[in-house]
C-alpha cells in the first residue's frame, strides 16, 4: 500500500507527555515508534482512536499514546475492548497486549473476540517470557526454559499463537518482528484497516529476561535464510536469490523445500483470502519456534461481517419492525388492568 | 382459608372466602410453573391482591418422579392487601406421589389436597419414598382430600385431537388449572387465548391444551365431588393501571428506563446463570430500545463489556448472582479506580460456591460492601419487592452516573421469580438521571495551552468529569494503576496515594448527603422494638407488624433501600429504640454493618433456608422481643442470636458478650 494518505497529524501528536519507562533496548520501543509513524499515514484522529491493554510490560502502552486509553488488569483487554467497540462503532480500538496476558490468563476473551470478529486491532507482544513479574516463563516458552519458575526446565508445550488465532476462526492474523519497521508499519496497517478482528504477533525481544530469544530467525544476517515473507498470489520462497520455498508435503502439511530440487510450479502460492484456513494453519505449522525458517506476514485475511455490525443490524431490524421502544407501552406489553 | 359463610354442602354452593393459600406441585416436568403463572395471570384479573413464590429443583429434569425433582409453585391470593406469598398452603395440589411426600408437611391439619390419583402407582408410590399408599393407609386423615383421575381424565378430553396418548398426558397441567379456575371462580377467557397465542405454531398441542383445561373446569362443575365453589372479592385498590409483574422483569424494565432517564444507551454484558439470566432474556428482546447485550464467554468478560461500553458513554451494566459475583470482583475494583458508571446486578442465591442455584438469600451484602481488594468503597442499593426491583434499577444507575461509581443492585431469588401486581407508574413522573460528558478542556497544561485533567472533582459531588472517545481535546488515560490527583498520570507517590483513597472514599459517603433521611415506620408512636430490614424480606417483615400491631402491641419497622452509603440518619434513628432486631436472610450482614458504623447492640434474625421468611416467624420474634422488655429483663437475652426458628445461637457479636465486657 503506497497510497499514503494525506497526513492530518505528525508523530509528535501521537506521543503523549508521559516519559517511556521500558528497560532500555526493549524491543517494545521500536513497535511503539511504529505505531506512532503509522497512524498519521492512516488520516485517523486521536479523538477517536482508543488504546485498551491489560497487564504486563506491552499494556504499558496506552500511557505513552496521546489518544484515549485504558490501561486494564490482567488478560481483560479484549472483553473490555469489545464493549467498547460493540457500542463505538465509530472508534477505532487497538488492544495491545503480550504473550502472558492475551494466552495464559486472558485467553479465553482473546478467543471468543476473535471468533466474535469484533473490530478490534490487537497487537499481541510475544517475547515468550513474563517480563513485569522479572523473569518466569510464559505460555509461548520453549519446553525445557529454565527461569525463576523453572529452576530444571519448564515442561508445558507452548502455544504457537498464529495457529491458536486460526483454531479460533480470526479473520486476519499476520506475524512481525521487532526489528523490521517497515515490515511491522505495513502489518500493522493491514490490521487496522481489516473491518473485523485483527491478530499480529509481534515478535519483540525482552533483552533483559530473555534476550535474544529471535535472534537465530530475525537479526539483519539470518532473515534472507529463516523468514519466510508471505505475499499474496505469490509462490512461497525465501532466501537471499528466493532459491528456497514451501510445498506440499503430501499428506496436508507443507514442507520447506530447494526450488532447484522441485521446480518453481511446485512451490506454494499464497493465498490470504482463501476461506478454508487449512493453508494458513499449514504455513503456521512450518516452524516449531523462532530458531528455524518462519514464515512472516499476513497469513490470513478473509472478510466476515463484524459482530457489531451485526449488533447493530438487529437494532436496525428490531426498530423497523416494533417502531423505537416505548416505556410506557413497554409497561403495559402483559395483562393489564385498570381501577377507579 | 377464613370463610366468611358456613359451608354448604350442596353442589352448585358458592362460598365468598378472604384469602387462599394455594400451592401446585409436580415433577419438573410437569408444567407447574407455568400452571402458576396462569393461575397467577387470571387471580390478577379477577382483581385479587396476590404474591406468588416459584420453587423449583436446580435440574432442569431430575429424574422424574423423584423427590428432587418436585418443582412447585405457591400463590397468596386475597379481597385484601398482601405482602407474602403466604406462611402455609390452604390447598396442595399434587400431581404425583413425590409431590405429596415433599409438600404435605407444609399442609395444616383441615388443608385441602387435590391429588392425581391416576399417578399412584406402586412405582411411582417407591420412587417417592412411600412403603404404603398414602391414599390407603390413613395417613392424610386430617386433610380434605379430592381424589382425581387427572391423567386419564386429559386423555379422555384430548382424544379427538388424535394427539399420541404420551402427547396428550402433558396436558394434564391445564386439567389442575382448569378445575383450580373452576374452584376459585378465575376468569378462563385469557387462558384460553393465551394458550392459542403460545402453541400456536403446534396446533395439535394447542388444541389438547385447551380441551384438557375445559375438562378440568367442567369436570369440577359437574362432578359434584366439591362441596362448593370459592369467590373471593377483588381487593380494595388505588385507582390506576395493574400489571402483574415478577422482580427480574421489573428489573430488566427499570434499566431500560433508566437508559431512557439517562439518555444513554444501555449495554448489557452478561453470562447465564441462574437466577439471574431472565434479566439477559428480557433485555434481548427489547432491541428497538437501542439496548445491546452481549452474552459473554464467561462472567469477568461480561463485566469488562460493560465497563469498555462505560468508557464510550453508554449505561453499562452485568447481572448475575453466586460465583458470578465473586468473579467479577476484580473488574469492580478496576471500576472504582477508573471512576466510571457501571452497575453491577446481583441476584442472590444460596452460597457458598454453587450453593442452592434456585433457592433465595441475601448472603452477599458483605460481599457487595467488601469484596475487593485495597480501599475500594461501592455503593449499594437493595431493591425490596418484586415490582421496587424497577425503581431501584433507576436509583442504582443514578448514583452511578452521578458519582461515576460502580454501584451494587441487590435482588434475590425469591424477588426475582416471585410476582406482585404493580400499579404502573407515569412514565413523565419519572426522574431525570441525565448528566453531562465533559467536552472542554478543564486545565491548563505547562505548556500554558488547555489540556482535560481526567481526576480534577465536582466540588459537590466529588465525581470526576466523564470524556468519552471521539471528543477533540480530551483525550486521556486511565486505568488501574493509581493516578496522581488532578492530571490523572500514573502515580506511585505516598501522600497521593493517601489523597486518592480518601477522595474516593469521600465521594461515596458523600451520596448520603442526597438521599432521604431514613424515617421508622411508627403508627403507634411509642414502640421500644425496631425492625430493621433490607432486601427481599420486606413482605415478611411488614406483614409480621402489622399482626402483632392488630394484637394490640407496638413495633417501629425500617427497611433500606441504600446500604453503602446508609442514609445520613441512620445512626439517630437507631439509637432512639431499645432493641433493633434485624431479619435478614444471611447470619447477620447488615446486623454487622449497623453495629459497626453506629455501636448498637442490633440482633439479627437469621434464616438460610434457601425460601423467604415466614410471617409468623417474625411475628414470634418480635413478640419474644417486646414480652422480654415488658417483663423488664435489665440484661440483654443471654442465648445470643437466634435463627427464625429459634434454633441454638448464630454468629455475629452476642450481647450476652457485649454485656460481659
Same mark, same amino acid.
Given at each position: 500500500m503506497t497510497d499514503v494518505a494525506v497526513p492530518l497529524t505528525t508523530r509528535k501528536d501521537w506521543a503523549?507527555?508521559?516519559?517511556?519507562?521500558?528497560?532500555?533496548?526493549?524491543?517494545d520501543y521500536s513497535i511503539l515508534s511504529a505505531v506512532q509513524l503509522l497512524l498519521p499515514e492512516l488520516g485517523v484522529q486521536r479523538e477517536n482512536t482508543v488504546f485498551i491493554s491489560g497487564i504486563g510490560?506491552?499494556?504499558?502502552f496506552p500511557y505513552y499514546m496521546n489518544t484515549y486509553g485504558i490501561h486494564s488488569i490482567h488478560g481483560r483487554a479484549p472483553a473490555i475492548a469489545t464493549g467498547l467497540a460493540v457500542t463505538r462503532p465509530d472508534l477505532d480500538v487497538w488492544v495491545v497486549t503480550g504473550d502472558g496476558d492475551s494466552l495464559s490468563i486472558g485467553g479465553n476473551h482473546l478467543v471468543h473476540a476473535l471468533r466474535r470478529n469484533v473490530k478490534l486491532t490487537i497487537l499481541m507482544f510475544n517475547n515468550?517470557?513474563?517480563?513485569?513479574?522479572?523473569?518466569q516463563y510464559s505460555p509461548?516458552?520453549?519446553?525445557g526454559k529454565i527461569t525463576k519458575s523453572t529452576p530444571?526446565?519448564?515442561?508445558d508445550t507452548p502455544f504457537n499463537p498464529v495457529s491458536l488465532a486460526l483454531g479460533a476462526e480470526a479473520t486476519f492474523v499476520a506475524r512481525t518482528h521487532d526489528l523490521d519497521r517497515k515490515h511491522m508499519i505495513e502489518t500493522f496497517r493491514r490490521a487496522h484497516d481489516h473491518p473485523g478482528a485483527s491478530f499480529v504477533e509481534v515478535y519483540q525481544?525482552?533483552?533483559?529476561?530473555?534476550?535474544?530469544?529471535f535472534e537465530a530467525i530475525n537479526r539483519k544476517e539470518n532473515r534472507a535464510d529463516m523468514l519466510i515473507p508471505l505475499e499474496h498470489g505469490q509462490p512461497i520462497r525465501y532466501g537471499a536469490d528466493g532459491e528456497h520455498g514451501v510445498a506440499s508435503d503430501g499428506q496436508g502439511g507443507l514442507r520447506l523445500v530447494e526450488v532447484a530440487d522441485v521446480?518453481?510450479?511446485?512451490l506454494v502460492v499464497h493465498d490470504e483470502?482463501?476461506?478454508?484456513?487449512s493453508l494458513a494453519f499449514a504455513l503456521s505449522r512450518?516452524?516449531?519456534?523462532?530458531?528455524?525458517?518462519t514464515p512472516i506476514g499476513v497469513f490470513r485475511a478473509v472478510e466476515r461481517p463484524d459482530y457489531g455490525s451485526l449488533v447493530d443490524h438487529q437494532l436496525l431490524e428490531a426498530r423497523a419492525r416494533g417502531g423505537a421502544g416505548d416505556l410506557s407501552s413497554l409497561l403495559r406489553s402483559g395483562a393489564t388492568w385498570n381501577y377507579d | 382459608m377464613t370463610t366468611k359463610s358456613k359451608p354448604v354442602n350442596e353442589p352448585g354452593k358458592v362460598e365468598t372466602i378472604d384469602q387462599v393459600v394455594i400451592r401446585f406441585a409436580g415433577d419438573?416436568?410437569?408444567?407447574m410453573q407455568l400452571t402458576g403463572d396462569r393461575f397467577t395471570d387470571e387471580s390478577a384479573l379477577s382483581g385479587n391482591d396476590l404474591s406468588t413464590l416459584p420453587n423449583f429443583p436446580?435440574?432442569?429434569?431430575?429424574?422424574?418422579?423423584s423427590l428432587a425433582g418436585v418443582s412447585a409453585f405457591q400463590i397468596h391470593i386475597s379481597d385484601h392487601e398482601i405482602l407474602t406469598?403466604?406462611?402455609?398452603?390452604n390447598v396442595l395440589v399434587a400431581m404425583n406421589p413425590a409431590a405429596l411426600k415433599a409438600n404435605v408437611n407444609d399442609l395444616p391439619a383441615a388443608g385441602t389436597l387435590v391429588i392425581n390419583?391416576?399417578?399412584?402407582d406402586e412405582r411411582a408410590l417407591a420412587k417417592a419414598g412411600y412403603e404404603t399408599d398414602p391414599l390407603k393407609d390413613g395417613? *392424610?386423615?386430617a386433610f380434605r382430600v379430592y381424589e382425581i383421575p387427572m391423567t386419564s381424565l386429559t386423555l379422555e378430553a384430548c382424544r379427538p385431537t388424535g394427539a399420541k396418548p404420551r402427547d396428550a398426558e402433558r396436558s394434564k397441567n391445564f386439567f389442575a388449572l382448569g378445575l383450580l379456575s373452576w374452584l376459585y371462580h378465575r376468569p378462563i377467557i385469557d387462558t384460553e387465548r393465551w394458550i392459542v397465542r403460545r402453541y400456536n405454531r403446534v396446533p395439535i398441542v394447542a388444541e389438547a391444551n385447551a380441551l384438557a383445561f375445559r375438562a378440568g373446569y367442567n369436570f369440577g362443575e359437574t362432578a359434584e365431588i366439591f362441596e362448593s365453589s370459592y369467590d373471593i372479592a377483588p381487593a380494595e385498590h388505588l385507582p390506576g393501571t395493574y400489571t402483574n409483574v415478577t422482580g427480574n422483569v421489573a428489573l430488566a424494565w427499570g434499566l431500560l428506563a433508566a437508559s431512557h432517564l439517562a439518555k444513554l444507551p444501555l449495554f448489557l454484558g452478561s453470562y447465564p446463570i441462574?437466577?439471574?439470566s431472565d434479566i439477559l432474556h428480557e433485555l434481548s428482546k427489547?432491541?428497538?430500545?437501542?439496548v445491546r447485550t452481549l452474552q459473554a464467554e464467561d462472567e469477568i468478560a461480561g463485566i469488562g463489556a460493560a465497563l469498555g461500553a462505560a468508557f464510550g458513554g453508554a449505561l453499562g451494566v452485568t447481572t448475575t448472582s453466586g460465583p458470578g459475583i465473586d468473579l467479577k470482583a476484580e473488574t469492580v475494583g478496576l471500576a472504582v479506580s477508573l471512576e466510571l458508571p457501571l452497575l453491577i446486578v446481583d441476584i442472590q442465591r444460596g452460597g457458598?460456591?454453587?450453593? *442452592?442455584?434456585t433457592k433465595t438469600e441475601q448472603s452477599d451484602l458483605l460481599h457487595a460492601m467488601?469484596?475487593?481488594?485495597?480501599?475500594a468503597p461501592v455503593p449499594i442499593v437493595a431493591a425490596k419487592t418484586p415490582s421496587h426491583c424497577f425503581y431501584a434499577a433507576i436509583e442504582a444507575a443514578r448514583i452511578a452516573l452521578k458519582y461515576r461509581t460502580p454501584v451494587y443492585l441487590l435482588s434475590d431469588g425469591y424477588l426475582a421469580n416471585g410476582s406482585e401486581p404493580w400499579r404502573l407508574p407515569?412514565?413523565?413522573?419519572?426522574?431525570?438521571?441525565s448528566v453531562e460528558f465533559a467536552t472542554e478542556p478543564n486545565a491548563t497544561g505547562t505548556d500554558g495551552e488547555p489540556t482535560f485533567w481526567p481526576?480534577?472533582?465536582?466540588?459537590?459531588? *466529588?465525581a470526576r468529569p466523564w470524556a468519552i472517545p471521539?471528543?477533540?481535546?480530551l483525550e486521556h488515560r486511565i486505568g488501574g494503576l493509581e493516578k496522581q490527583d488532578g492530571?490523572?498520570?500514573v502515580s506511585y507517590e505516598p501522600a497521593n496515594h493517601e489523597v486518592m483513597v480518601r477522595a474516593r472514599a469521600a465521594k461515596i459517603a458523600g451520596i448520603a448527603k442526597n438521599l432521604p433521611a431514613a424515617e421508622a415506620?411508627?403508627?403507634?408512636?411509642?414502640?421500644?422494638?425496631l425492625l430493621l430490614g433490607w432486601g427481599s424480606t420486606y413482605a415478611a417483615i411488614t406483614a409480621g407488624a402489622k399482626r402483632v400491631r392488630k394484637a394490640g402491641k407496638s413495633v417501629a419497622q425500617l427497611h433500606l433501600v441504600? *446500604?453503602?452509603?446508609?442514609?445520613?440518619?441512620l445512626g439517630e434513628v437507631l439509637r432512639s429504640y431499645e432493641v433493633i432486631l434485624v431479619p435478614e436472610g444471611n447470619l447477620g450482614h447488615l446486623t454487622r454493618l449497623v453495629r459497626s458504623d453506629f455501636l448498637v447492640d442490633a440482633k439479627v434474625l437469621s434464616k438460610v433456608e434457601g425460601s423467604p421468611f415466614r410471617v409468623g416467624e417474625i411475628e414470634r420474634a418480635i413478640l419474644q422481643e417486646i414480652e422480654r422488655l415488658e417483663s423488664g429483663?435489665?440484661?440483654?437475652?443471654?442465648?445470643g442470636q437466634v435463627d427464625a426458628r429459634g434454633r441454638g445461637p448464630a454468629v455475629g457479636g452476642s450481647s450476652a458478650e457485649e454485656a460481659a465486657l
Open positions: 503523549s507527555d508521559q516519559e517511556v519507562r521500558w528497560c532500555p533496548g526493549c524491543g510490560c506491552a499494556a504499558r515468550q517470557i513474563y517480563g513485569l513479574t522479572k523473569g509461548t516458552s520453549e519446553v530444571f526446565g519448564s515442561l525481544n525482552c533483552n533483559v529476561f530473555n534476550d535474544g530469544a521446480g518453481e510450479e511446485a483470502h482463501r476461506v478454508n484456513p512450518l516452524a516449531t519456534g523462532p530458531h528455524e525458517p | 419438573s416436568g410437569d408444567g436446580a435440574e432442569i429434569r431430575a429424574p422424574a418422579g406469598p403466604g406462611d402455609a398452603p390419583v391416576d399417578s399412584f395417613s *392424610l386423615s441462574t437466577p439471574a427489547h432491541k428497538n430500545f437501542g457458598p460456591s454453587t450453593g *442452592l442455584p467488601f469484596g475487593r481488594h485495597g480501599e407515569d412514565v413523565e413522573s419519572l426522574p431525570d438521571i481526576f480534577t472533582r465536582d466540588p459537590d459531588t *466529588l471521539g471528543t477533540p481535546g492530571i490523572g498520570t415506620e411508627d403508627p403507634d408512636g411509642d414502640a421500644r422494638v441504600h *446500604l453503602n452509603p446508609f442514609p445520613p440518619n429483663a435489665a440484661v440483654p437475652d443471654a442465648s
